[in-house]
């Protein structure tokens, strides 16, 4: 008897939990967590489509909506490709811009870190999205970026794509641990 | 489907007619031997024991009217595989001479058509609403954009599927002008129900007009609010995902909107295409569409206007 009540309570948490993993969130404008309204100021110069004057709103939380949801994390995987994130990060491994699969972050690897960089831009030719995508949209995005390099839980990676990749997809990749970037390779002492 | 409107309709429905005439015939011919059967056998009287006599007899052999029967139904089938092959192959060997070029691609949950006839400079994109010429051949170039869709003019065509990776190739033509109906007919996903197309068959000279126009890229607006539309869609996210031709906006993520206010229906035969349909839709896709691909962008209510402006200058 007892064990029966033990393994539904087990049964009702487990189905808890894997609501989140599927929950799907169609409202009009999804409240952003934290997204503060003090303007920021952009970052980086470059901006997608036409620029936009004024600053952007920034997270306050550190810890985005959709870490564990792997239907948004999905959707950040298409709109990568969809707003040409791979352009410049190529399918995370870089080539313009820095890679995102490894360990190395210059601008912090928490949510609200990779949310600021693509709202914001960054000086090195990271364009600023802020008001050109929905806080909505870039916090799925964010949440894709922490899967390339195993941050998220494995039942919330993405294990397949939509287009040709090389290497593993993003459930097979072992979690990285966070580091601040190299410092940038100095000229050998000696050579003029 | 009953009311076909080009040669290959008028095979499939000549084809249906056969199979459903003859499997009527051969069921009223089987429950008609039933009957007969039930009527001419005799009745034991009711109080009567059950007469076990023939139980441990071994089964007759088949009659002759069982081996007829089987025979007859052998043969009937065997005509209609017949007749569906001699279907399929008319339906395929239409001719093809002067045919239109379109690609089109199922994407959830809309279509996106690219006419590619003639030289590259001829060739545009539009969403939805396929026009056709009346009398000509289409050649419809079929992919798919993420998963797989099927598309099905009932009144023009059969089905046939998009696969993402492939291609494979429908062809049809409409005899008579009209606008048709088409759906995609197989799940592919939240609003699978909601991803219609219009196919516009037009008398040749109407359908030349129409290409013409759609070649033509989008007009300059002519007041302050349709230009300041201009400017919020390609400063917004609208850009990010849509194309206007003769703007710098050129993605092609969502429908190509560089002449949607000349189309009947909004987001794949969702609403009506209204000024204010148009308004509620962008104020809020997801209320329409739950799961719809274009998020909601937050505007002022100026904003929105001035946006729905220019947006029913692109005629
Ligand atoms: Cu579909």
């Known amino acids: 008897m007892r064990a029966a009540a033990l393994l539904s309570v087990l049964a009702v948490a487990t189905a808890?939990?894997?609501?989140?993993?599927?929950?799907?969130?169609?409202?009009?404008?999804?409240?952003?967590?934290?997204?503060?309204?003090?303007?920021?100021p952009r970052v980086g110069a470059l901006q997608p489509a036409t620029p936009q004057q004024g600053g952007?709103?920034?997270?306050?939380?550190?810890?985005?909506?959709?870490?564990?949801?792997?239907?948004?994390?999905?959707?950040?995987?298409?709109?990568?490709?969809?707003?040409?994130?791979?352009?410049?990060?190529?399918?995370?491994?870089?080539?313009?811009?820095?890679?995102?699969?490894?360990?190395?972050?210059?601008?912090?690897?928490?949510?609200?870190?990779?949310?600021?960089?693509?709202?914001?831009?960054?000086?090195e030719g990271m364009p600023s999205f802020g008001g050109h995508i929905t806080d909505d949209q870039a916090w799925q995005i964010v949440a894709y970026v922490r899967s390339m390099s195993g941050q998220l839980r494995k039942d919330v990676e993405p294990s397949?794509?939509?287009?040709?990749?090389?290497?593993?997809?993003?459930?097979?990749?072992?979690?990285?641990?966070?580091?601040?970037?190299?410092?940038?390779?100095?000229?050998p002492v000696g050579s003029r | 489907m009953f009311e076909p409107a080009g040669p290959q309709a008028h095979l499939i429905l000549q084809l249906w007619h056969l199979i459903a005439w003859t499997c009527a015939g051969v069921f009223a011919a089987i429950l008609l031997v039933l009957v007969a059967i039930l009527l001419r056998t005799p009745r034991a009287p009711m109080p009567a024991a059950p007469d076990l006599s023939t139980t441990d007899k071994a089964e007759p052999g088949p009659r002759r009217s069982v081996a007829t029967a089987v025979v007859a139904s052998a043969l009937l089938l065997l005509a209609l595989v017949v007749a569906s092959v001699f279907t399929d192959r008319a339906v395929a060997r239409m001719s093809l001479v002067d045919a239109v070029n379109i690609e089109l691609t199922g994407h959830q949950w809309w279509w996106s058509a690219r006419y590619i006839n003639g030289p590259v400079s001829d060739t545009f994109t539009t969403a939805n609403e396929v026009h056709i010429p009346v009398g000509r051949p289409v050649i419809f170039t079929l992919k798919a954009d993420d998963v797989i869709h099927s598309i099905w003019v009932p009144r023009l065509a059969g089905k046939k599927d998009l696969i993402p990776g492939r291609t494979a190739s429908l062809q049809l033509r409409a005899d008579e002008p009209g606008v048709y109906q088409g759906r995609c007919a197989e799940f592919c996903g939240l609003e699978h129900a909601f991803m219609g197309l219009q196919i516009v068959a037009d008398p040749a000279d109407r359908y030349e007009a129409w290409a013409a126009a759609q070649r033509r890229p989008a007009s300059e607006p002519a007041d302050a609010q349709a230009l300041r539309g201009r400017e919020l869609f390609l400063s917004q996210s609208c850009a990010m995902c849509h194309a206007v031709q003769g703007t710098t906006a050129g993605a092609q993520h969502g429908p190509d909107l560089t002449h949607v206010a000349g189309r009947r229906e909004l987001a794949a035969g969702t609403l009506p295409n209204t000024r204010e349909n148009l308004q509620a839709w962008i104020a809020d896709p997801q209320k329409h569409k739950p799961g719809t691909n274009m998020p909601s962008t937050p505007l002022s209510q100026a904003d929105l206007s001035a946006l729905v402006t220019y947006l029913e200058t692109l005629k």
């Open chain 1, 16 to 40: 808890l939990a894997a609501c989140e993993r599927e929950a799907r969130r169609f409202e009009t404008t999804v409240p952003s967590p934290g997204a503060s309204a003090p303007e920021s």
């Open chain 1, 56 to 123: 952007v709103k920034l997270s306050t939380v550190s810890q985005g909506p959709y870490e564990g949801n792997a239907f948004a994390v999905n959707q950040g995987k298409r709109l990568f490709r969809w707003y040409n994130c791979n352009g410049c990060h190529a399918m995370g491994g870089g080539s313009i811009g820095p890679a995102l699969m490894d360990d190395q972050w210059k601008y912090g690897s928490s949510s609200s870190a990779i949310f600021a960089s693509i709202m914001q831009g960054r000086p």
């Open chain 1, 160 to 187: 397949r794509g939509d287009t040709l990749s090389g290497g593993e997809p993003e459930v097979a990749r072992k979690p990285e641990k966070p580091r601040p970037a190299d410092p940038p390779p100095q000229p």
